[in-house]
């Protein structure tokens, strides 16, 4: 075994992604301050804080599309801050997104879609057929029928599907979520956690889910932390957090 995996494995589970001392500002603006949190192999972590605190902010530095001033960021044992052009994008083939309104391609058809990340990422195939894991994606979140349809003639909730049929085409080992249910009915917002669920335990995959959804957060979440002032503030399950003696963590929960 190499020390790396054991490193990761120092408090009995293994971390996937690891945040030490995040620091980033916008000018004036300090978004994030000392912020610190694990995610741990097969976990679903949701990540709560209001509008504007900082949550994509910190997605998007975990992804490498935003760098951080100062901090230490590592994803499946590796830091990211130190990886070049190629390794970060044989790292992001293990990383799934789901991103707020579900950002199909609009010209491209369901299947054309799905083919985007294997076109991208051929080698983490394992020699299946573009068709099969097409259908096998599609066959997952219920869809199979839509294969050749355009975006714009499915609802929002299957557009969602089919996006989350994207995000885990290629069984990646981690997905992040951001505000999954945002602009849904309160049904189709259900039926997406439970499908969400549903495909990560098939996959074992381990998620960091940003939500501000609270029935969402009950439902999925094995821990939670809230970023609040800046800062990891709280974390817990979801009865620990919405039983809170502190009131501004209680406030998350009403
Ligand atoms: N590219 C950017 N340039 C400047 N400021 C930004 C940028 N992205 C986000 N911010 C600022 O960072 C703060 C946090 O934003 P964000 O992470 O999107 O919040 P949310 O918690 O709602 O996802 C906001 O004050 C926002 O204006
Ligand atoms: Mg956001």
């Given at each position: ?7 990761r ?5 293994t ?12 000018g004036?603006n ?17 990540l ?8 994509s ?6 992804i ?29 083939a ?10 199909l391609?609009?010209?491209m ?11 991208r990422h051929?080698n983490?195939m ?5 068709k099969d894991?097409v ?13 050749d ?9 299957m557009?969602?599907?089919?996006a989350?049929?994207?995000?885990l ?7 992040f ?7 849904l009915?309160p ?7 439970l ?20 029935d969402c957060?009950?439902?999925i ?24 003696p ?9």
């Open positions: 075994m190499d020390d790396l995996s054991n490193n494995a120092t408090s009995g589970r971390e996937v992604i690891s945040i030490k001392g995040l620091y980033k500002s916008f004036e300090v978004v994030l301050d000392d912020f610190n949190m694990n995610i741990y192999e097969d976990e679903n972590l949701v709560m804080g209001k509008s504007g605190s900082g949550k902010v910190l997605i998007k530095c975990v490498g599309l935003m760098q951080p001033d100062k901090g230490k960021i590592e994803v499946l044992g590796k830091d990211i801050t130190k990886l070049g052009q190629q390794e970060m994008d044989e790292l992001r293990e990383i799934g997104f789901l991103f707020q309104g579900s950002a391609y609009d010209s058809t369901v299947r054309e879609n799905l083919e985007f990340p294997l076109r051929r983490k394992n020699g299946n057929r573009t894991l259908m096998e994606a599609l066959e997952n979140v219920g869809l199979a029928h839509t294969l349809l355009m975006p714009a003639e499915l609802s929002g909730g557009q969602r599907r089919v989350l049929a994207r995000a085409i290629l069984k990646p080992k981690i997905i979520y951001d505000e999954p249910t945002t602009g009915d049904i189709t917002a259900k039926e997406i956690i499908l969400m669920l549903d495909v990560q335990k098939k996959y074992n995959t381990s998620s960091l889910i940003i939500t501000h959804d609270v957060a009950r439902v979440a094995n821990r939670i932390i809230l970023l609040y002032e800046k800062t990891n503030y709280a974390e817990g399950t979801f009865t620990e957090l919405s039983t809170s502190d009131p501004k963590v209680k406030a998350f929960f009403k």
